[in-house]
T-cell receptor, first 111, second 121 residues
Framework: QKEVEQNSGPLSVPEGAIASLNCTYSDRGSQSFFWYRQYSGKSPELIMF????GDKEDGRFTAQLNKASQYVSLLIRDSQPSDSATYLC???????????FGKGTMLLVSP | GAVVSQHPSRVICKSGTSVKIECRSLDFQATTMFWYRQFPKKSLMLMAT?????????EQGVEKDKFLINHASLTLSTLTVTSAHPEDSSFYIC?????????????????FGPGTRLTVL
């Protein structure tokens, strides 16, 4: 059974701080990981994906992957109130297979 | 990113009726589309994988006779909820996978439609 685990939160951070969102996965065959942001009542929006060990940066977002520890994280620098949303982590175990989603972590950024 | 549309965005129907939801990829051809369902405060649950020109692949526990999927073209997939009941009320979201090459990632980027909120009375 493939599982992707996330702390449901909410994770509360003040504006301007770094928000750290974590995700673990059980399937060692997972190769690629995706972070989606979902505002309440809306559909998910792709933020970034990562498939190599290490860090990948895109603007204020940094994804980190550690395959040995089966751990994925998303860092959001200079958090803004508009970043308040649920962040979904998803894993995929081959180039064109389906995604397995975690339950999401709610992030609250206070002004 | 790629654009996926869904129609309708919201539908309210009586129990026993059928509801059709359309999912379109607007600026790319999607050989594969996915249908998800999301209950309040729950994660996305994959219902089925829709492949253009072939039968959909349903996830365990999803009734294929109740949730009819048709992927008749490279830009359109439809989900029909037949004989809908109140327990089918949910947020239905489709996604489309961008094709390999042609400026797209080969790592299965899925772009989601805006979702359809179904309420069955």
């Amino acid at each position: 059974q493939k599982e992707v685990e996330q702390n449901s939160g909410p994770l509360s951070v003040p504006e301007g701080a770094i928000a750290s969102l974590n995700c673990t996965y059980s399937d060692r065959g997972s190769q690629s990981f995706f972070w989606y942001r979902q505002y309440s009542g809306k559909s998910p929006e792709l933020i970034m994906f990562i498939y190599s060990n290490g860090d990948k940066e895109d603007g204020r977002f940094t994804a980190q992957l550690n395959k040995a520890s089966q751990y994925v994280s998303l860092l959001i620098r200079d958090s803004q109130p508009s970043d308040s949303a649920t962040y979904l982590c998803a894993g995929q175990n081959s180039g064109y297979s389906t995604l397995t989603f975690g339950k999401g972590t709610m992030l609250l950024v206070s002004p | 990113g790629a654009v996926v549309s869904q129609h309708p965005s919201r539908v309210i129907c009586k129990s026993g009726t059928s509801v059709k939801i359309e999912c379109r990829s607007l600026d790319f051809q999607a050989t594969t589309m996915f249908w998800y369902r999301q209950f309040p405060k729950k994660s996305l649950m994959l219902m089925a994988t829709s492949n253009e020109g072939s039968k959909a692949t349903y996830e365990q526990g999803v009734e294929k006779d109740k949730f009819l999927i048709n992927h008749a073209s490279l830009t359109l997939s439809t989900l029909t909820v037949t004989s809908a009941h109140p327990e089918d009320s949910s947020f239905y979201i489709c996604s489309a996978r961008t094709p390999q090459g042609a400026g797209h990632s080969s790592y299965n980027e899925q772009f989601f439609g805006p979702g359809t909120r179904l309420t069955v009375l």
